[in-house]
């Protein structure tokens, strides 16, 4: 008998439609559902099987031994037509996704990685000085802007062209169509915006039934918009990695990397130009996303802000700013960056993984087509794994005190020196290929800016707190509370240090140049 999984009834045709498409925080309502009805939830979407998975056991064992039956993605309409076949994250498993993938390990694995860290070193001092100096610009803003250092490690060029210019409105994105600017930054962003809004259960009835899909485009405004979108999508990835290239003797890049045929073998020109762009597409909200919950965190414990500074003033001193070279010595903002990604993960559902045969697991039957959502939130906060206090921000849970009497006070407990102690970046075949630039990129940013700056809160704590829950969303991208910090230099010569180093960095006299 093929039983499928435990999970709420839904209506007749319909199924689970309505629950899931009104439901903001989609991976809250998912919780709830793991309380009633355990580690793997049933759901139905018009007839779409769901299986929601709540523990990392359940998706360890089909999403990555499993992996080979459990690595496709959904065929959606919408996405489909603005050309999410062509980018990393959403092309389906295939030929030509093992090539798109082939192409960015080449370029992010976590031995190139390492090539991009002098860029990510002085990108974290730009965004330090910002943040102290830049006071016209919005916070979130100034963060969003620091993800520029992905362009600079995908295009060889930073983009820091606009910091004046206002957060694009997101919300009246989609009236307008796809919003192209000046700056790279700006329409990268809303390009990413327009995949994760399309891809929203229930963004487009289209994706209920398909065979709306057979509409002329006179007929089908989603359809033509999305199309148009396609165009101008293609256009810009194009003209973006083409300049790259271009550019190739003045700074290397990992477009330059991909224009290479050996990295990117069976690859046409316009494929690689998608691949760089949907990396830098699947870069930039994520650790901008991460970046802002760290100064949250921080204006929430005050604590663990001080201890951490305090390791950053034995192992570095306040003379220089912090390097790679120092991170291994870090061992408690090492722990803060892991639980960051834990406590705050950037993408609660991840991407959901498509089953491309019947499978059994547990007793449960799990038909062929069966769309997998690992519920990454879930897992993070399993009180079986973490213990009672799994909701708080504990650094501490990855450490351990140190015995010897002088120097740490902590060490890193040794299974976290290769494990994540998270699920943020996903599972199996299709597990985050950019996770250790992610990684790098927050490690030394949290590095310079505790070195530098204290972090105060502008907003009463006790707002701070019911704000963060009240706020809404339907995107796949964990929303960000509003609030506002002060940044004070943490010592003297903070100041001046930072100045110089900024000054070296734009005038192209640091290690970059
Ligand atoms: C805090 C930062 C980040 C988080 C939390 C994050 C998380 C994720 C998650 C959950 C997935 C889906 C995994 C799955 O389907 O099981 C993913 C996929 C992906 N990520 Fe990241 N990511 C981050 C940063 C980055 C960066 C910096 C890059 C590029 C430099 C990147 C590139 C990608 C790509 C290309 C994929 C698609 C992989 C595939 O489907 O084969 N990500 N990421």
Request: proline content about 6%; overall charge neutral; glycine content about 6%.
């Amino acid at each position: 008998q093929k039983q499928l999984p435990p999970g709420p009834r839904g209506l007749p045709i319909l199924g689970n439609v309505l629950q899931l498409s009104a439901a903001s925080k989609l991976w809250l309502t998912f919780d709830q559902l793991k309380h009633e009805y355990g580690p793997i939830v049933y759901l139905n979407m018009a007839g779409q099987h769901i299986v929601v998975l709540n523990t990392k056991v359940a998706a360890t064992e089909l999403l990555e031994r499993r992996s080979a039956i459990y690595s496709d993605r959904a065929k959606c309409v919408v996405p489909e037509h603005l050309g999410s076949l062509l980018t990393v994250p959403f092309a389906r498993y295939g030929k030509l996704w093992q090539n798109l993938r082939r192409a960015s390990h080449a370029v992010l694995n976590a031995r190139v990685s390492a090539q991009y860290q002098p860029v990510q070193t002085d990108e974290a001092i730009i965004l330090a000085h910002g943040l102290l100096y830049d006071t016209s610009v919005p916070l979130l803003l100034k963060i969003h802007r620091s993800a520029s250092t992905i362009i600079s490690v995908v295009y060889g060029k930073r983009s820091l062209s606009s910091l004046e210019s206002e957060t694009p409105d997101q919300t009246s994105l989609d009236a307008r169509g796809l919003h192209i600017t000046n700056d790279p930054l700006e329409t990268l962003s809303n390009i990413a915006h327009r995949f994760t809004s399309a891809l929203h259960p229930g963004a487009h009835i289209v994706e209920v039934l398909p065979i709306l899909d057979y509409l002329p485009e006179v007929m089908a405004k989603w359809k033509r918009d999305a199309r148009r979108d396609f165009q101008k999508i293609s256009g810009i990835f194009q003209k973006y990695f083409d300049d790259a290239v271009r550019d190739e003797h003045e700074r290397s890049s990992l477009c330059v990397s991909l224009a290479d045929g050996k990295v990117a073998s069976g690859l046409t020109n316009i494929q690689k130009a998608w691949v760089a762009g949907s990396i830098t597409v699947a870069a930039v909200e994520t650790t901008s996303n991460t970046l802002s919950y760290f100064l949250y965190a921080m204006i929430l414990h005050p604590g663990i802000q001080e201890e951490a500074q305090k390791e950053l003033d034995r192992v570095i001193g306040r003379s220089r700013n912090p390097t790679f070279a120092d991170i291994p010595d870090l061992p408690y903002v090492r722990a803060i960056v892991k639980e960051l990604l834990r406590w705050q993960p950037a993408i609660p559902l991840a991407v959901p993984h498509i089953s491309t045969e019947d499978d059994w697991y547990e007793g449960y039957f799990i038909p062929k087509g069966t769309q997998c959502i690992p519920n990454i939130w879930s897992m993070n906060r399993d009180k079986e794994v973490y213990g009672a206090d799994a909701d708080k921000f504990l650094p501490e849970r990855f450490l351990r005190k140190s015995k010897e009497e002088t120097g740490s006070k902590f060490v890193l407990r040794e299974e976290y020196e290769v494990e994540d102690g998270h699920c943020s970046y996903g599972f199996g075949r299709r597990v985050c290929v950019g996770r250790h630039v992610a990684d790098n990129a927050l490690l030394i940013n949290i590095c310079t800016i505790l070195w530098a700056l204290r972090i105060e809160s502008k907003t009463p704590l006790v707002s701070l707190a019911r704000d963060a829950q009240e706020k809404q969303s339907k995107d796949m991208i964990n929303p960000i509370p509003d609030f506002q910090c002060h940044f004070h230099p943490r010592f003297p010569e903070a100041e001046s240090l930072l100045r110089s180093l900024r000054d070296d960095v734009v005038q192209g006299r640091s290690s970059i140049s």
